[in-house]
């Protein structure tokens, strides 16, 4: 099939080329129309309309261009509801992956045009159904074994490391709050907006996920209501051991105790790093045990597999 991945930036690494690139592993012809640009005119408040209602003009003449069969969308905000409307019209199935809680980042008039919504949040899946939407499907975020991975830590930072429970991410005030609670343990931080902090990508975070003994993530308050954010599958596939807030679907991804260590409020929290950084080989042993889960089911192969999959038996498109 000849797909259009329409997605925020053609950027390696990024969401969106981790779909296109499965696409064409598995054979598909993949065409590429990314929507965000870095330049003053996306940028700057008094010309972002005039930029985005040109840009969508251009998306339009895309589709009447390249005639795809399926146009997969990742997150795409700044798309109008009467373009994609007339995409549909084209013939092509509209398909949407969106990475966040759409309840509050994503016009509703939007959703309801997709063919099919993917969304990791259970939540808005539930809300969205019960007012009458039927073209909704719950998919989970996943990894990607070419970027999330074990790798080697060099010995004085594997030394630095030792003992640690990391948090990678950048600041916001809850989790400012957290760090600040934890005080009395070994928590270090990067990313923006920490003191010192900026981006650490590639394999400079994959080093501080495999050298830290545990690693921290809290899920942001409001845009993981009872989904699991891509964090939690990029630390399980590197191996990493990581302590995660419980949320409802997080046993149907990973067993907590065995594959995660879970918390439900913040004594529980202290109980698990006072014990685990106490237990090293154990932190590990459980790190091991979230990898295999992650390469096993988890992937972003699953996850295309699985749109494929729905496309077919929902929209009637193989």
Excluded at 66 to 75: E, S
Excluded at 207 to 233: E, K, Q, W
Excluded at 266 to 289: K, S, V
């Amino acid at each position: 099939m000849r797909w259009l991945v329409v997605l925020p930036y053609a950027r390696a690494g990024l969401m969106g080329m981790d779909f296109a690139d499965e696409l064409r592993t598995l054979g598909h012809d993949v065409d590429l129309f990314p929507y965000r640009r870095d330049n003053v005119l996306y940028k700057n408040r008094s010309t972002k309309l005039a930029y985005q209602r040109a840009l969508n003009r251009r998306l339009e003449r895309r589709v009447r261009e390249t005639r795809p069969d399926v146009v997969l969308v990742v997150k795409g905000g700044p798309l109008a509801p009467e373009v994609l409307h007339r995409i549909k019209r084209s013939g092509a199935a509209l398909l949407n992956f969106f990475p966040d809680n759409p309840l509050w980042m994503m016009p509703f008039e939007q959703i309801e045009t997709y063919d099919l919504f993917f969304t990791k949040e259970r939540y808005a899946l539930r809300q969205l159904e019960t007012i009458g939407l039927r073209n909704l499907y719950y998919l989970p975020m996943y990894c990607v074994p070419s970027l999330h991975h074990p790798v080697p830590v060099a010995a004085a930072q594997a030394a630095e490391l030792r003992g640690v429970v990391a948090l990678v991410g950048a600041r916001y005030p809850y989790r400012e709050r957290l760090v600040r609670e934890l005080a009395d343990y070994p928590v270090r931080v990067w990313g923006p907006g920490w003191r010192g902090g900026g981006f650490v990508t590639g394999d400079a975070k994959l080093a501080i996920y495999c050298g830290a003994t545990l690693s921290l993530n809290p899920h942001h308050p409001m845009n993981d209501i009872v989904g699991v954010n891509t964090r939690a599958f990029e630390l399980a596939a590197t191996g990493a051991c990581q302590v995660v807030d419980l949320k409802e679907e997080l046993p149907h991804l990973f067993k907590p105790g065995d594959e995660v260590l879970a918390y439900r409020d913040l004594p529980e929290l202290r109980r698990q790093l006072t014990y685990f950084l106490a237990h090293p080989d154990e932190a590990r042993a459980i790190g091991d045990n979230a990898r295999r889960r992650a390469l096993a089911e988890h992937t972003v192969r699953h996850r295309v597999e699985e749109m494929i999959a729905a496309l077919r038996d929902r929209v009637g498109r193989a």
